[in-house]
């Protein structure tokens, strides 16, 4: 393979292309052993000249003592902390090859190379083709067994936190249904909103939908026909997620304005695949580019930002405020946030709020990831 004045060349794709031991596949090769090494002031090394030897097999190649010298090199060039154009050298070459070059095969995006997972004991691997359903059963047989509370902590008096698991056996006993817990969540949220330290869990939310969701998962359950152990769960959803009949805002006041939400994002969707009832847009840091959750720009009927549920005189912190904080208050045992740099990790470990320890990875499918739950 030349350089410079050589023709473009074909790459193969890396399937066909075998580097065992009799290889005949060839390669660049830089003679690092010809490197020129010119002192400057106060014997400062200034220019590193590296030569590219002709093309060798693959099988012929001895990388290790030119690696490591060339190691060597830049190490004491970079403890003397110079500025040296080896860099440009290279990428000029690259650049060159790249540019004249004719790729057989399209882009991948996602690393397709065969993947042998470790077999970890207490894993459960999900099938990327399950259906949404099929997975959120999977999840709750992972699930240790905890003691049913009873239906009488949903009073306003005796509130406690529920979790799925506690809210879908006490649907399928018929002990609640899932009309009773819109109807105890709406008033709690009426109630956090107009006291005299409003939370402001919420940017947007609609009783009317809230209720006729919960009726129709009452129903089903009625009929024995629910989707899974998420129908008749309240979730609640960050406000930068897509999800009808709410507005986008990202927590501004212009951004639903110039993006319309047309639709639910996937991840909605398949929430709503299960019976989950939507309960509403979480408050949030300003487009998420914020850690405390203070946000001047809410809707009229909110105030500032979301407090913190175990002290209301503090703030909940961000970005993702309003879900840690309507899990934390135990509102729903579940809400949807977005994590920027760390942000929804810190804030839920401010309040308590366990995140999943789930694990994806890319397989066949960019949009189709695998999932994987540890067993408690």
Same mark, same amino acid.
């Given at each position: 393979?030349?350089?410079?004045?050589?023709?473009?060349?074909?790459?193969?794709?890396?399937?066909?292309?075998?580097?065992?031991?009799?290889?005949?596949?060839?390669?660049?090769?830089?003679?690092?052993?010809?490197?020129?090494?010119?002192?400057?002031?106060?014997?400062?090394?200034?220019?590193?000249?590296?030569?590219?030897?002709?093309?060798?097999?693959?099988?012929?190649?001895?990388?290790?003592?030119?690696?490591?010298?060339?190691?060597?090199?830049?190490?004491?060039?970079? /403890?003397?902390?110079? +500025?040296?154009? *080896?860099?440009?050298?290279?990428?000029?070459?690259? #650049?060159?090859? &790249?540019?004249? @070059?004719?790729?057989?095969?399209?882009?991948?995006?996602?690393?397709?190379?065969?993947?042998?997972?470790?077999?970890?004991?207490?894993?459960?691997?999900?099938?990327?083709?399950?259906?949404?359903?099929?997975?959120?059963?999977?999840?709750?047989?992972?699930?240790?067994?905890?003691?049913?509370?009873?239906?009488?902590?949903?009073?306003?008096?005796?509130?406690?936190?529920?979790?799925?698991?506690?809210?879908?056996?006490?649907?399928s006993s018929a002990e609640i249904t899932p009309l009773r817990v819109a109807e105890q969540f709406i008033?709690?949220?009426?109630?956090?909103?107009?006291?005299?330290?409003?939370?402001?869990?919420?940017?947007?939310?609609?009783?009317?939908?809230?209720?006729?969701? /919960?009726?129709?998962? +009452?129903?089903? *359950?009625?009929?024995?026909?629910?989707?899974?152990? #998420?129908?008749? &769960?309240?979730? @609640?959803?960050?406000?930068?997620?897509?999800?009808?009949?709410?507005?986008?805002?990202?927590?501004?006041?212009?951004?639903?304005?110039?993006?319309?939400?047309?639709?639910?994002?996937?991840?909605?969707?398949?929430?709503?695949?299960?019976?989950?009832?939507?309960?509403?847009?979480?408050?949030?840091?300003?487009?998420?580019?914020?850690?405390?959750?203070?946000?001047?720009?809410?809707?009229?009927?909110?105030?500032?930002?979301?407090?913190?549920?175990?002290?209301?005189?503090?703030?909940?912190?961000?970005?993702?405020?309003?879900?840690?904080?309507?899990?934390?208050?135990?509102?729903?045992?579940?809400?949807?946030?977005?994590?920027?740099?760390?942000?929804?990790?810190?804030?839920?470990?401010?309040?308590?709020?366990?995140?999943?320890?789930?694990?994806?990875?890319?397989?066949?499918?960019?949009?189709?990831?695998?999932?994987?739950?540890?067993?408690?």
């Amino acid at each position: 393979m030349g350089l410079f004045g050589a023709a473009g060349v074909v790459y193969k794709p890396v399937e066909s292309i075998d580097l065992g031991p009799a290889s005949n596949e060839f390669y660049l090769k830089a003679n690092v052993k010809d490197i020129c090494l010119v002192p400057g002031v106060k014997d400062h090394w200034d220019v590193v000249v590296i030569h590219i030897e002709k093309e060798q097999p693959h099988s012929q190649v001895d990388w290790k003592p030119d690696i490591d010298a060339l190691i060597d090199v830049l190490v004491r060039l970079s /403890a003397r902390n110079r +500025t040296f154009i *080896y860099h440009d050298i290279f990428g000029t070459c690259k #650049l060159y090859l &790249v540019s004249n @070059a004719t790729l057989e095969e399209s882009p991948m995006f996602v690393p397709l190379h065969p993947f042998v997972d470790l077999n970890e004991q207490q894993v459960e691997h999900i099938d990327s083709d399950a259906s949404p359903s099929e997975r959120v059963q999977w999840a709750i047989n992972c699930l240790p067994l905890t003691s049913n509370k009873s239906p009488d902590d949903l009073k306003s008096s005796s509130f406690r936190r529920w979790t799925i698991t506690d809210y879908s056996r006490a649907y399928s006993s018929a002990e609640i249904t899932p009309l009773r817990v819109a109807e105890q969540f709406i008033n709690a949220l009426r109630e956090s909103s107009t006291s005299a330290l409003p939370m402001s869990f919420f940017i947007n939310y609609d009783a009317e939908d809230i209720l006729r969701q /919960a009726t129709e998962s +009452t129903l089903r *359950y009625k009929r024995g026909d629910q989707k899974s152990a #998420l129908d008749g &769960v309240p979730i @609640a959803i960050k406000d930068e997620i897509d999800c009808s009949p709410y507005p986008t805002t990202g927590g501004t006041k212009w951004l639903h304005k110039v993006r319309h939400c047309t639709g639910d994002a996937c991840c909605v969707m398949r929430l709503r695949s299960c019976g989950a009832i939507i309960v509403g847009k979480t408050n949030m840091h300003e487009l998420g580019a914020g850690t405390s959750g203070i946000n001047p720009t809410m809707g009229e009927n909110f105030l500032v930002t979301t407090r913190n549920p175990y002290d209301p005189n503090k703030i909940a912190g961000g970005s993702s405020s309003g879900s840690a904080a309507v899990v934390s208050a135990g509102l729903c045992p579940v809400a949807l946030g977005v994590d920027g740099g760390g942000h929804a990790v810190r804030t839920y470990l401010e309040h308590k709020v366990e995140k999943p320890a789930v694990r994806t990875y890319p397989e066949h499918k960019a949009e189709e990831p695998a999932v994987r739950f540890y067993k408690s």
